[in-house]
DNA sequence: TTAGTCACG
DNA sequence: ACGTACGTGACTAAC
């Protein structure tokens, strides 16, 4: 049987894939789709064909030959987008790292290439496809050659396929005569004149009929229509250019030969080089095809699963002094993980008795072989590895998530004297997190699973667990194989032990290791102990705080299907706006992507009109409450009668924490109905709450980073910053400042913080963008150093690609090298705020840990609970009230030293309605 | 799974 | 001319 020659039109097929895919780009901000939609496209071509040969041919971006004839005849070619052009080189180093031979030659255009290359492939007897997005290809067309055109459909990629009867059948003429079709018509976007006055139609009828140019020339005294005629013999000369032009050279010099781009089997391209670029793309759809029991992963062969008491005491004493890798694996991790407690006295309960095992097993690493997975149940018990492991001499404990490992142990011991003090912080430097480390690294990913680390710092592919796993859970898959239920766990602890010195020296080198050291490792065990803490709930409060909403949501629900005049689900947006809009004929509808605008901004434009609107506006704020507060929170009430919500240290891309399951972060107190539930969150008997919370942090920070005088004194002057703010900026005196005044003071306020645009500041006060131009232009006048230090951040950020905080925290904005002007102003945006936000967040993290210490330190029972962004709630031993409202009061104020006062406003009371 | 909406800082 | 404020998470409908 004869050979399979493939020839793929790079450029062609990535620029099809670029404006036939949306954007896509990675964490990193780097674009992707173009990539991705190749690699679709080839892959199916290869998995269609089975070719023993394969090439992808690339323009060289230096001016080619026939361009060079029209010296002066400028294209009208648009330059590429760089969204496009960034991913030519990284194209071609998944081509690379695939092993597929690629051909670019100086001189010679891609299409003169592929033109060369099937020519050659048919001589030697070969079936050869050319894949390309360009019809100008169709002219290669032979007996033996099929030119192959994706096409991007909704339906998927189809390809249109095109020997040479299908290029006659198609077009009426031959592939060579197609050459002369071009000729006559031209190419405005391949710089090819043509003859003018013949469009493709004539074009095509003209060569159908004479067979090529040269014939048309000579019958030129019978050819119709006359334009053409005259034009033909007026424009002979550039026809004949033309037609050089369109020619594709089929017998270039390039030097290739078959053997480099041989390909016996589609799985020589599932290199581990592709994979780790197919990963750090993302590209998670393409990594199932690489087979993954390549021999290149070594570590799956050097781990151990330890069944046996006497081998795992063995193991633990080989492990002793070592730096130590770990993971707890808790019992039944399919279900819903039971999250540990403090108990009231203060202790904790591990081992009810009773109960089954806590732990399944557990994992540990120490060195190249020496890789564990224990198993509890025959012999060894969870008590026995928490034990081994507390007293095991490790010189480093390495987790890739600590908190989570720190739900089933807990490190500290009493803390009554200096000694057991220092033995605490001594424990707490002891440990590394590589998933953290990881995040200060690349804040903007929000996972830092194994493979990824493994990738990114060791360079190795590694399956991720969804890969190996599937949706069973780990207790389903050590029924079925032992062997793979070890590996993601075995993968993880060994990738955190070995990266773990990797992402030390990186994190020094980018001037991060005292964040890491100092702020965010300490602040793992802090959030560890709040949320163990939990939070007490009223759930019988609760509970009638929603039978309550759901009385009044009933009612409102009857009149707006009423008013109405049907029944609706007045939840969908997508049937609320056509009630609405179409029904009752609204005006001012807006639109979204799929449907009319029903956002609170629009409706509550039309609420004082129509009744029915503002009944929907109560309806939304209602169901609101009652789904996700009241019914919400009553789920996550454990056993205890607390919430123990957990706090998210590697998910936000400026520092900040965040919380879920439940957010506790977003709890309602701007509308009072909603504040009520606060009153639901109480502390425990002989305890009050005490809740302390920044005051306009983020714009004290500004000062002291803009260092501008006027506003640093402004704040040494007065509390009152909108205010101060209003008066130096319309020029008026501090107690004739008006209300309104006030108010676009503090609105422009926000604004600077957020990255001020004078869009953003119209659409919030309701104003003219020229007005709110001139606002930010007198602000900018009154605080020339802010503008200053904005204007150089965005600088400093474009220079190198990130900002940082005042406490060395970075974070990359990809964005503000787009081209899109949206995409850009985006970025700009954010270099604004994000060392703001930052820094507030850096700031507020060491108070936390302080404040959590000192009452640690000064045995205090008052224990810190929660922290929202500028907030600290603290759950207060009614006999230390003032000791905690001094510890608050000095260890927030005292967290940061900058040029103006933190200052803090605090509040106690018997619930967090009363305390806030 | 995604889009729309809305709760918080 | 472009079409927006910065940072999150939960719930619902509808694919």
Redesign the pocket.
Known sequence: MSKKLVLIDGHSILNRAFFGLPDLTNAEGVHTNAVYGFLNIMFRILEEEKPDYLTVAFDLSAPTFRHKMFDGYKGTRKPMAPELKEQVPLMKEMLRAMGICIVEKEGFEADDVLGTLSCRGEQEGMEVSVISGDRDLLQLATEHVQIRIPKTKKTGTEIENYYAKDVKERYLVTPKEFIDVKALMGDTSDNIPGVPGIGEKTATALIAQYGSIEAVYEHADEVKPPRASKNIVEFWDQAVMSKTLATIITDADVEYSFDQAELSDIQELYTEDAYVLCKRLEFKNLLGRFQLDSPTINVEEQFQIVKDQKLAEKIWKKAGGKSLAFHLIPAESGKKKEKLQTEPGGQMSLFETGKKEVLSGMTLAFGEEDIYLFLTGQGITSEFLIDAWQNAKASRRISSDLKAELQYCQPAGSIGTEEEWNHYLDMRKGYMDTGIAAYLLNPLKGEYPYEDIASEYLGMMLPSKAELFGKKSFEQMLEEDENTAAKPLCYDVYTAWKASEILEKELKDQGMWELYQNIEMPLVFVLSDMEKQGISIDAQALKEYGSKLAESISVLEHQIYEKAGEQF?I?????LGVILFEKLQLPNAKK???GY?????V?EKLAPEYPIVSDI?SY??LT?LK??YAD?LA?CIADDGKIHTTF?QT????G?L??????L???????EL?KEIRRVFHPEKDFLFVDS?YSQIELRVLASMSGDRQLIDAYRQHSDIHRITASQVFHIPFDEVTPLQRRNAK?VN??IV????S???S??LSISRKEAAEYIERYFATYPKIKEFLDQTVKDAKEKGYTTTLFGRRRPVPELSSSN??QR??GE??AM?SPI?GTAADIIKIAMIRVHDRLMKENCRSRLLLQ????LLVETYKEEKEQVEKILAEEMQGAADLAVCLEIDTESGENWYEAH
């Open positions: 689900n939840n969908s947006p997508k049937q979204t992507k799929t605008s029903t956002s609170a901004e409706l506006l939304r704020q609101k789904s996700t919400g789920n998210n998910i936000t891309a400026t900040r965040s919380s879920t399951e439940p957010n972060q977003n709890i309602p107190i701007r509308i909603g919370d609105a926000f604004g957020y990255g001020i645009s869009f953003g500041l659409q919030d002007f949206m102003s985006f945006r954010v705020n936000q929202v962004h500028d907030e």
